[in-house]
T-cell receptor, first 113, second 116 residues
């Protein structure tokens, strides 16, 4: 079974609208961390936001927020007031044991003017 | 402070040749990770080091792949012999620690490998 599932291969959104990118995860561990990374067409991986499994509040970083629903095992990324520069691949990732991250397949977001 | 440095940025080689990818982690980071990104398989962890010691190499696809970290500021990923299916973008990442927690992994720019 996949540990990280991103069900939206691609999304088109109008500029200035809010965007929600879906992510569900699967783990039996109680302690884990969830991450979102952005990969623009230039290829670099840019860290956006982190949510710990014990964090009671949803994480926020500027225009990015993470809608964390632990019981549903979902960690959706919300981008408010989307901009053209937000067009990129977005990856959800999890770490539930010491070591590397497990990534989802990604969502290709295109912001239209 | 410089980020994670990878070289070369692009590598084109012929099948059967040896390929060596290089990585310099962020100074002070104790953990180093090698990932591979392909269209078919996405981003996969190949191996990670903690304090220069390989901890988990279960993601290394075959014996043709090997990785070393001779010191805290340098790591290599070697493919010998290379095959066309090894074509991918290889990322190196580092973090202060490899534990479960908000330890962000900082990625290098990647090496795009093409094996013909």
């Amino acid at each position: 079974a996949q540990k990280i599932t991103q069900t939206q291969p691609g999304m088109f959104v109008q500029e200035k609208e809010a965007v929600t990118l879906d992510c569900t995860y699967d783990t039996s561990d109680q302690s884990y961390g969830l991450f979102w990374y952005k990969q623009p067409s230039s290829g670099e991986m840019i860290f956006l936001i982190y949510q710990g499994s014990y964090d009671e509040q949803n994480a926020t970083e500027g225009r990015y927020s993470l809608n964390f629903q632990k019981a549903r095992k979902s960690a959706n990324l919300v981008i408010s007031a989307s901009q053209l520069g937000d067009s990129a691949m977005y990856f959800c990732a999890m770490r539930d044991s010491p070591g590397g991250l497990t990534f989802g397949k990604g969502t290709h977001l295109i912001i239209q003017p | 402070d410089a980020g994670v440095i990878q070289s070369p940025r692009h590598e084109v080689t012929e099948m059967g040749q040896e390929v060596t990818l290089r990585c310099k982690p962020i100074s002070g980071h104790n953990s180093l990770f090698w990932y591979r990104q392909t269209m078919m398989r996405g981003l996969e962890l190949l191996i990670y080091f903690n304090n220069n010691v390989p901890i988990d190499d279960s993601g290394m696809p075959e014996d043709r792949f090997s990785a070393k970290m001779p010191n805290a500021s340098f790591s290599t990923l070697k493919i010998q012999p290379s095959e066309p299916r090894d074509s991918a973008v290889y990322f190196c990442a580092s973090s202060p620690i490899a534990g479960v927690g908000s330890y962000e992994q900082y990625f290098g720019p990647g090496t795009r490998l093409t094996v013909t």
